[in-house]
């Protein structure tokens, strides 16, 4: 059996992780503590892939890095980088995609912080960055383990953006969930059903270590 | 010495009032800030610690304050509510904040917490919490050292025994100290010079027994 899809889903939800932990941590922070009049405006911004259809977001995703848009004509002209139907194209339209899976449980975790501790913490000389480094993620696991894997898993079950941007190029842009959708299409009802039944077990088994992680987090606070 | 002259809004318990606080503070000395709540004690530690913004003049042996981050004016704060890291344990809370093992042994013995000192900060009791956060907030050798209410969560064993380990190590460091209490007597016991702050001024200030012993009334309304 071509595992390949899944290898690709996999490589596809690992960099987009690790692209939004960096992006989305010192702005998750920035919305956490401040009071400006913007914070609402970028809070539902973030939220939009949340709420909108897959395919509008594809087809907006699809229109911008479109060599005809400006910013696709200016990525190909000068980088020579074409991003539609194309890895890199699917990174890039994963991470607005599961962009809210990573802002909301980190934001959430900061909130939930007691700031005294974040404020002693300076007092001891610690600058912003060695606070939330060495004293906010430290204790906010559940919220961490939360926004990575549930960002990983939204990734590696993503269909309707992929399709869009990343078409089905075997070895390159298809990943498990297209596979599948293309394994219905030609009637190919048995491996549909072993293709269907790893993603089910899978991401079961990451479901179930979140919540197994967070209870014992839990368990722990009570001690 | 320690010059203070801070004005501030604030949105105290009986409406909008200005917090509007000047006065010198001699090196070394223990003073206890007394007041209703909503009187504008917390919000003065939080300005002095760099923690809110307002218009103020803080010098702190000739050298100004007004424009430094919380992380550069050598404050030591202990929270109410503690504000331990609880992602340690008793000794790490200390070594966060500098490096320095013989300081945080002797402090951890001074406080009779040395056989804690591997224990995680949240299977402690309110009390050793706090005994805790006290040695923490010396970990830096502070030039200034605040209190905001230490003693008024903890039942009267703890508040004694940490009212005495808190006059020891004053003994000890010299440290210049503020705190914040509702307690008359742990203030008397503690203080050399005490403050009633009302509506953000202060209308009390002199020794603990110009205060609390002349002014009976003041010390059977705290």
Partial sequence: MDMTPFVISFKLAGITTIILFIIALPFSWWLSQTNSKSKPFLEAMTALPIVLPPSVLGFYILMILSPNSFFGNFLQEHFGVELLFSFTGLVVASSFYSLPFMVQPLQNGFESLNRHMLEASYLSGKSKLQTIWYVALPNMKPALSTALIITFAHTVGEFGVVLMVGGSIPNETKVASVAIYDMVEVMDYTKAYIYSGIMVGMSFFVLLLVYIFNHSQKKVGIL | ?222
């Fill in chain 2, 1 to 222: 010495m320690v010059e203070i002259a801070i004005k501030k809004r604030l949105q105290g318990t009986k409406g909008d009032m200005i917090l509007d606080v000047d006065l010198q503070i001699k090196q070394g000395s223990f003073v206890s800030i007394m007041g209703e709540s909503g009187s504008g004690k917390t919000t003065l530690l939080r300005v002095l610690a760099g923690l809110e913004k307002a218009k103020s003049k803080i010098v702190v042996d000739g050298n100004s304050w007004d424009n430094l981050l919380p992380q550069k004016r050598e404050i030591g704060f202990v929270f109410q509510d503690y504000a331990l890291f609880e992602n340690m344990t008793v000794e790490q809370n200390l070594l966060f904040v500098r490096d320095d093992k013989n300081l945080s042994k002797k402090l951890l013995e001074l406080t009779e917490l040395t056989a804690l000192a591997t224990r995680n900060v949240k299977t402690l009791s309110g009390g050793q919490k706090q005994r805790v956060s006290l040695c923490r907030a010396m970990m830096n050798r502070p030039k200034i050292l605040l209190m905001d209410e230490p003693l008024s969560a903890l039942d009267e064993k703890m508040r004694n025994k940490l009212q005495e380990e808190i006059s020891k190590l004053h003994r000890d460091f010299k440290t210049t100290t503020l705190m914040i209490s509702h307690d008359a007597k742990s203030s008397y016991l503690l203080s050399d010079r005490i403050l009633v702050l009302d509506q953000g001024k202060i209308i009390k200030d002199g020794s603990k027994d110009e205060v609390l012993k002349k002014e009976q009334k003041i010390l059977y309304s705290l």
